[in-house]
């Protein structure tokens, strides 16, 4: 693919992301209406989580976000 064809094929990707991303919150807030919600246990490792957003707080004050 030529560079230009790369970067439409980015742009498409990302924006098949968004429009996913987008219908699944639609379709979360559908079920919420209808009082279907179900919430799901999920373990994660908060000081990962911390650390992670203690890093890109760091970038963004220097300027390289």
């Known amino acids: 693919?030529?560079?230009?064809?790369?970067?439409?094929?980015?742009?498409?990707h990302r924006s098949g992301t968004v429009l996913l991303g987008l219908i699944n919150d639609i379709l979360d807030f559908s079920k919420i209406e209808?009082?279907?919600i179900d919430l799901e246990r999920v373990s994660i490792d908060v000081r990962a989580v911390v650390a992670l957003h203690q890093e890109?707080?760091?970038r963004q004050r220097s300027g390289k976000a």
């Open 56 to 58: 890109s707080g760091r």
């Open 34 to 36: 209808a009082g279907r």
């Open 1 to 12: 693919l030529t560079s230009e064809q790369k970067r439409f094929a980015a742009i498409a």
